[in-house]
């Protein structure tokens, strides 16, 4: 099945405790990128990657880092979480389209609380 | 700087009737625009992309427009269902490295 996987799905940790949330897709998708979902201001883009040893800051990249070693894994590491990265997070996956027919793939998102 | 708008923010219709959500944008220079779903807790699933050559765009009973020039989509719902309650997203592809803007989205309650 065709899918984008993040893990953990659901997270509780302490300020300062650096932890990563993984991203993998099965689809050989050019595109990946993670956003960050929190009421009343939607989804904003944290970082993307366009391929292998590419990416690039979004809206609100402060705070996280990425990797792109791998077409496949996409993970999003927050070396010193604090409690304003509280937030449900997605991962998402699509192909690189000439013709802007991209539709974007999603996880189920990753739900993570920094006490 | 785009800037993504929908409204209503919540919207409650009774089983049955068609209805339409509205997707406003700030340029018109955009690459694509989806509609997405998105149920409590889960992750968004794409239901309709219209390129920005395209006027429209069906699948089953969803049907989405897109006019450029006046920074508008709608996305139409025929014979709503109470499966059908979710909340809505509308994204904007701008194109330059795939940047994606979205939407806050329209909650969606189809009262049974």
């Known amino acids: 099945e065709a899918q984008v996987t993040q893990n953990p799905r659901y997270l509780i940790t302490v300020t300062g405790k650096k932890l990563t949330v993984t991203c993998s897709q099965n689809?050989?998708?050019?595109?990946m990128s993670w956003y960050r979902q929190d009421p009343g201001l939607g989804l904003r883009q944290i970082y993307y990657s366009m391929n292998v040893e590419v990416t690039d800051k979004g809206d609100v990249p402060e705070g996280y880092k990425v990797s792109r070693k791998e077409k496949r894994n996409f993970p999003l590491i927050l070396e010193s979480p604090s409690p304003n990265q509280t937030s449900l997070y997605f991962c998402a996956s699509s192909p690189l389209q000439v013709y802007g027919a991209n539709v974007l793939t999603f996880g189920a998102g990753s739900r993570l609380t920094v006490l | 700087k785009q800037e993504v708008t929908q409204i209503p923010a919540a919207l409650s219709v009774p089983e049955g009737e068609n209805l339409v959500l509205n997707c406003s944008f700030t340029d018109s220079a955009i690459y694509n625009l989806q509609w997405f779903r998105q149920d409590p807790g889960k992750g968004l699933t794409s239901l309709l992309l219209i390129q920005s050559s395209q006027r429209e765009q069906t699948s089953g009973r969803l049907n989405a427009s897109l006019d450029k020039s006046s920074g508008r989509s709608t996305l139409y719902i025929a014979a709503s269902q109470p499966g059908d309650s979710a909340t809505y997203l509308c994204a904007v592809n701008l194109g330059r490295d795939d940047k994606i803007i979205f939407g806050k989205g329209t909650r969606l309650h189809i009262l049974p």
């Open positions: 689809m050989n998708h050019e595109y």
